[in-house]
């Protein structure tokens, strides 16, 4: 049986890449042709869902929150990285040449080493 955590992580991730794709992508919501309210609600709901029954909430560890922190952080930058060599453009402005998004990257790398230093500092010493 699937462990209902990596359900919920799976909810989040598909959320997140769809929600990107479309961003960088307009153009794929007029292929596929559905129409973008109803693209919309579901990409909200599945985000809602995936953000409500988030393991964060139900296993809050030094250890988890770190690994999913880092984990949410590489992802995120590869998916723009690799939507910018497809060729995808951002309609928000998350591009690497974006200052914003450097300082919310350097932002987030300083939180995932304090989580870090946390994390060691509650581990017992040998």
Known sequence: MINKNW?????????ITLLMAC????KLNEVLSIPKPIVSVFLLLMLFVGCYTTPLLKNNTLRFNFLWGAATVIY?????????????????GLS????????????SVFELYREFKKLKAAQPTP
Request: cysteine-free.
């Open 96 to 107: 690497l040449s974006s200052p914003a998004l450097w300082i919310v990257l350097a932002i």
């Open 7 to 15: 359900i919920s992580i799976g909810v989040i991730v598909i959320s």
């Open 23 to 26: 961003d960088f992508f307009p």
């Open 76 to 92: 995120l930058m590869g998916l723009i990285i690799v939507f910018s060599l497809l060729g995808g453009n951002s309609q928000v």
